[in-house]
């Protein structure tokens, strides 16, 4: 199937998972992760109303800026590295991906020089694998009060990668955490859900699924 199919039936797998969970489908947002994702093709799943693009790597994002419409929605949601924040501030409405002090004083640093604040979700490390980045949910109280301390810095919500099973269920209790840390300080976005797992996450409250191979099928790593 094209992008316009699966985007079809990732829209009714939302839907539903909206009203299994009693939400408001509007309040769902599907960003369309477009790592190794030719133009072309992300002009595809733009004309079909997606307007919010993920990417992973820096390098990509910042070719396919210059080449895209404007008025698109760019989040950056891989690891960011320290080195490369310069290019991502004023480039991108979200950063989804603030797992450390440095980066965040990074990120201040480089939002106070362009006179602006950054927009970012703190990724938490829900599940404890030594493979994934983020905060420990033990941290992450302090890690939010001390974010206090860099204004150039505005935290609307956290964001998660669950680990890769193939039951689904299996990690439903990791976004329902993430969902109570969220809701205990008063956050506002919930950045979970991806390809294998995206229903469950609606289910458990998130308002932004990161989603590539359901709508532009598999690609090579």
């Given at each position: 199937m094209g992008v316009r199919e699966n985007l079809q039936q990732v829209r009714e797998k939302v839907r539903l998972a909206a009203v299994r969970a009693g939400r408001d489908l509007e309040k769902i947002n599907i960003i369309a992760v477009t790592k190794r994702v030719e133009v072309s093709r992300m002009q595809e799943v733009i004309?079909?109303?997606?307007?919010?693009?993920?990417?992973?790597?820096?390098?990509?994002?910042?070719?396919?800026?210059?080449?895209?419409?404007?008025?698109l929605h760019w989040h950056m949601i891989?690891?960011?590295?320290?080195?490369?924040?310069?290019?991502?501030?004023?480039?991108?409405?979200?950063?989804?991906?603030?797992?450390?002090w440095t980066l965040a004083e990074e990120i201040h640093r480089h939002a106070d020089n362009h006179g602006m604040v950054a927009r970012v979700l703190v990724q938490?490390?829900?599940?404890?694998?030594?493979?994934?980045y983020g905060i420990s949910p033990e941290e992450l109280p302090d890690f939010l009060l001390a974010l206090r301390d860099l204004p150039q810095i505005s935290v609307h919500g956290l964001m998660t990668?669950?680990?890769?099973v193939q039951n689904p269920e299996e990690v439903r209790p990791y976004f329902r955490e993430l969902r109570l840390l969220a809701a205990g300080h008063n956050l506002e976005h919930l950045s979970m859900g991806m390809t294998n797992d995206f229903?469950?996450?609606?289910?458990?409250?998130?308002?932004?699924l990161?989603?590539?191979?359901?709508?532009?099928?598999?690609?090579e790593n």
């Open positions: 004309q079909q109303g997606i307007i919010d693009l993920g990417e992973n790597r820096v390098q990509e994002l910042t070719k396919k800026i210059t080449v895209l419409p404007a008025g891989g690891h960011l590295q320290t080195n490369k924040v310069k290019y991502v501030i004023g480039q991108v409405d979200l950063i989804h991906s603030l797992d450390s938490v490390n829900i599940s404890g694998e030594k493979t994934k990668v669950a680990p890769n229903e469950v996450a609606v289910e458990e409250g998130a308002d932004m990161r989603l590539g191979t359901a709508i532009f099928g598999s690609r």
